[in-house]
């Protein structure tokens, strides 16, 4: 398992345009997407959420197309 990096120290990404354009909202995901939904959970904004599965992967459970 890769340790958390911050983002200065991360090694640049190997992912092709191809990749990115594999996915429906047009991009691979980051760890800030992830990071999105936590902070999101977390906050007061969140208050009246009860009980939820949320799939954070860009639409790629519905298109599931891997070239």
């Known amino acids: 398992m890769s340790q958390w990096k911050k983002?200065?120290?991360?090694?640049?990404?190997?992912i092709t345009p191809r990749e990115?354009?594999?996915?429906?909202?047009g991009r691979v995901g980051r760890p800030e997407d992830v990071a999105d939904l936590?902070?999101?959970l977390v906050s007061a904004q969140a208050g009246f959420v009860t009980g939820q599965?949320?799939?954070?992967?860009?639409?790629?459970?519905?298109k599931m197309i891997y070239v």
């Open 20 to 25: 990115h354009e594999q996915q429906p909202v």
């Open 7 to 14: 983002r200065a120290q991360r090694k640049p990404s190997r």
């Open 53 to 62: 599965n949320f799939v954070v992967d860009g639409g790629m459970t519905r």
């Open 38 to 40: 936590v902070g999101y």
